[in-house]
């Protein structure tokens, strides 16, 4: 049998589930049973140049030079991103590289430190 998790308004342990809902008695809450919440990031799964896993909040590095368009200089090879937040699309990483600013990079670029 599921675990019937506390109401995430109330805190209360009297919620029950119905037809696919969870329901709190105490305070009137419904939401839903789904376990979306155990996949990060709404279930993007994003890897680096070796193919480990990466996460919001991680820390990489540059692997090779990156051409920045509009900027005078490249990233260079080496160089360390914090704070990485992952989004959808061909450039997957969300980061602020020091002395450039924020931009997207490609997570094959990049190595998880
Ligand atoms: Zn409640």
Redo the contacts with the bound molecule.
């Keep these: 049998m599921a675990t019937i998790p506390n109401?995430p308004?109330?805190d209360?342990s009297y919620?029950y589930e119905d037809r696919g809902l969870f329901i709190?008695p105490?305070?009137g809450?419904e939401w839903q049973a789904a376990s979306e919440t155990e996949e990060n990031a709404g279930g993007l799964v994003v890897k680096d140049s070796n193919g480990n896993l990466l996460q919001d909040g991680d820390s990489v590095t540059v692997i090779k030079d990156l051409k920045v368009k509009g900027a005078s200089g490249a990233i260079k090879q080496g160089t360390k991103v914090k704070n990485i937040r992952l989004v959808e699309g061909d450039h997957n990483i969300d980061c602020k590289v020091d002395g450039f600013g924020p931009m997207k990079l490609k997570s094959e670029f990049v190595k998880k430190l």
């Design positions: 109401c308004q109330c209360s919620a709190c105490e305070c809450n």
